[in-house]
């Protein structure tokens, strides 16, 4: 089981990049590794719960279900349910406020159904984090920068516990 991580700094406060994070519809818009998502479900808050991304990634492209789970305010997790692909993939998304930056953790643990050698899958997968980690930290210094607009809204108005 290859288990990746990667951090980066990020000057953005916490609740920015908790929005990046969360908000599954605007992944295409600065991760393109993500051709696109659909909401299966929503929680009765109206945060999205069970998600399908269509991937294109190092010459591979996978359809991947994948369950949500708010663990706090600064923690967000995902695994996968189905894929045509992937055998197991869970993500954790972790914001450590550290002054004026933030530190995102992005944790990933992967195992593919293809006759791929670990140590490549482990190198595949760091690059995937790696990407991931740096278009997160890009898009949440530019909303608080102000050079980019924060999305609309994804989330219905009231109380959203453990999102911002």
């Known amino acids: 089981m ?12 916490p609740q920015v990049i908790v929005s990046i994070v969360t908000n599954y519809e ?7 590794e993500i051709a696109s998502v659909e909401i299966l479900q929503r929680l ?3 945060r999205p719960h069970i998600v399908r991304l269509k ?17 706090n305010a600064s923690q ?14 869970e993500q954790t998304f ?6 004026q930056i933030c530190l995102l953790t992005v944790d990933m643990d992967v195992e593919t159904k293809l006759p791929i050698p670990k140590p490549m899958v482990k190198k595949l997968a760091n690059q995937v984090l790696e990407h991931l980690a740096e278009g ?6 530019a909303v608080a920068s102000g050079q980019l ?3 609309d809204p994804h989330l219905p108005p009231g109380p959203h516990p453990g999102a911002v």
Not at 2 to 13: C, F, K, L, N, R
Request: charged share 20%; proline share 9%.
């Open 2 to 13: 290859p288990v990746v991580s990667q951090t980066v700094e990020v000057a953005a406060p």
């Open 26 to 32: 605007a992944y295409p818009e600065w991760n393109k």
């Open 44 to 46: 009765p808050d109206g």
């Open 55 to 71: 991937v294109e990634t190092s010459g591979m492209s996978s359809t991947n279900v994948a369950e949500i789970a708010y663990l």
């Open 76 to 89: 967000v997790a995902t695994r996968l349910l189905e894929s045509d692909i992937f055998e197991k993939q």
């Open 94 to 99: 972790s914001i450590v406020p550290m002054g």
């Open 136 to 141: 997160l930290k890009g898009r949440a210094e």
């Open 149 to 151: 607009q924060p999305a």
